[in-house]
């Protein structure tokens, strides 16, 4: 069963599985972008179109609330920092208003993350109080990336995007949130196609299999 916390794009995108964009789109009359940016969650669609997506996908009746924009009926109440790290990769981020950070200073804090995590003995403590800040940061520095013009900027953030996220499924998978390393372990892989990267994707698609 699909996690109610995931974000909509994550459960349409579980739910279509291996069907085409275009062909999906094309049956319930959107454009294949369009069902894109609402996978990448860079577009919230309005109510008809999950549950037009829901029946076309044969999403049990159980599952279509789950394509709804309705929030869970209970709210996780936990304010740990590993379960700020979840919320972070769900969008629990700086306002789209605010400046996004630039890419060579993602950069360098992923580098960092990744080194404390591969060396630190307080891995897991040092993880917990520095991915929430920073996975809401190179999410808001994405979508900003991706809605603006200068490419080498764009393609530098999205590197920054699929290292992080490869850290973030490895993080998830060892904190029992097996679901959310998967939808990491999605965006790693999207990201590094997103910049062009033929090296990291095809380390996060052996990362993934």
Known sequence: MVAADLPIG???????????????????????DYLSQIERRL?????PIPYALAQELGVPAAA?????????????????AEAAVGRA??????????APVSAAVLRDRVEAAW????????????AAQTLPALVADVEHAARAALAGTDGAERRAVLRASADLYCLLRSY??????VDLATVAADRAVRAAE????????????????
């Open 10 to 32: 994550d459960r349409i995108r579980h739910y279509r599985g291996g069907r085409r964009q275009d062909a999906v789109a094309g049956l319930v009359g959107i454009s294949p």
């Open 43 to 47: 577009k919230i669609p309005s109510l």
């Open 64 to 80: 279509t609330a789950l394509l709804s924009e309705q929030a869970p009926a209970e709210e996780e109440a936990d304010d740990t």
């Open 89 to 98: 990769l769900l969008g629990d981020g700086p306002a789209l208003s605010a």
């Open 115 to 126: 080194r404390s995590w591969q060396t630190s003995g307080t891995r897991f403590t040092e």
């Open 172 to 177: 998830l998978r060892r904190t029992g949130r």
């Open 194 to 209: 997103d910049a062009d990267a033929p090296l990291r994707i095809a380390a996060e698609q052996v990362a993934a299999a």
